[in-house]
């Protein structure tokens, strides 16, 4: 049966970022299962350090809760700015960055990365290192031409933004608007840094079902094109375990990397 789209106001009524954290990013959750988390780790790991990649400023669109999408660029940013339009995630979030007892324990995916870098045993200065990077935790709209309303930042050296533009818009044509919206923070030259998941209608977390956009490559890869973007790198992981099918249905993850070009056709 189709499902109804599910938009910001249902994800602030009724997100639960604990549980989209317990479901998703503990060892049996959905995205680690099906390979999207490691993945995503290797392919961050090995985009920042080759080095090309750096700056001042990183922000993050649609960050939820979650912490690995920093583990690899906080070695290069001087600030990361997390965002999210659910106030519940910014305040999971800052739980976590604050140290507060009982928030979701990252450190088997902390030790993950530490390890690609050559040293496991350094994984609590990590996360030090994440905590000291990410500067401000801000509420964003991608719906929005300028998603960090009412505020106006210098445009960053660099974006990230994980399964998030595919939950947030109904159809392909809000999905380009929003990439447009975003592309806004970002300076001419600067890097695009993106994963998600193809090929997915929904996910679940708790009771409470999410749609999704059905991404495929190819729109995924003119979309950006057609954002004002140049294609680095457009890697393709298919879903390694399908045990998880009933919290939701991705057949892929996808990681690109695209710079945005400094003049606009
Ligand atoms: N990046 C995180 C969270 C992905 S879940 C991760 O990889 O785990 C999708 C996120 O998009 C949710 O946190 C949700 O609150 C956010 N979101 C949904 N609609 C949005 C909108 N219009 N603007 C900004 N964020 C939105």
Redesign the pocket.
């Known amino acids: 049966m189709a499902l109804d789209f599910t ?2 106001e249902d ?2 009524k009724d ?1 639960d ?1 604990r549980a ?2 317990d479901i ?2 503990t060892p049996e959750g959905a ?1 680690v299962t099906g390979g999207y988390l490691s993945f ?1 780790l290797k392919n961050l790991f090995t985009t920042f350090a080759s080095g090309a990649i750096r700056g001042d400023t990183l922000i ?7 912490i ?2 920093f583990l690899s660029a906080c070695e290069f940013f001087r600030e990361i700015i997390a ?4 106030d519940r ?1 910014l305040q999971e979030l800052e739980k976590w960055l604050k140290k507060v007892r009982g928030t979701f324990d990252w450190s088997s995916t902390v030790k993950f990365v530490c390890e690609l870098e050559g040293d496991r045993e350094k994984w609590t200065e990590k996360e030090e290192r994440v905590r000291t990077t990410v500067t401000r935790l801000l509420k ?5 031409s300028n ?1 960090l309303e009412p505020l106006t930042l210098p445009q960053a050296d660099c974006l990230l ?4 533009l595919q ?3 109904m159809d392909p044509e809000s999905f380009c608007s ?1 990439l447009r919206n975003i592309t806004s923070l970002l300076k001419p030259g600067g890097y695009l840094v993106t ?2 998941v193809l090929g997915a209608s929904r996910y679940k977390v708790g009771q409470k079902v ?1 749609s999704n956009i059905v991404l495929e490559k190819d729109f995924l890869e003119s979309a950006i094109c057609d954002a004002g973007y140049v294609v680095e790198r457009l890697d393709v992981l298919p879903r390694v375990d399908m045990t998880a099918l009933h919290v939701t249905d991705f057949k892929a993850s996808f990681f690109l990397v695209a710079r945005k070009q400094t003049v606009v056709k």
């Not at 933004?161 to 998030?164: E, V």
Request: hydrophobic share 30%; aromatic share 16%; charged share 10%.
């Open positions: 938009g910001k994800y602030q997100f970022p989209h954290l998703q990013y995205l995503m993050d669109i649609g960050s939820g809760a979650s690995y999408q965002s999210d339009y659910s995630c964003c709209d991608v719906t929005k998603p933004s994980f399964l998030c939950s947030a818009c929003a994963g998600g999410f």
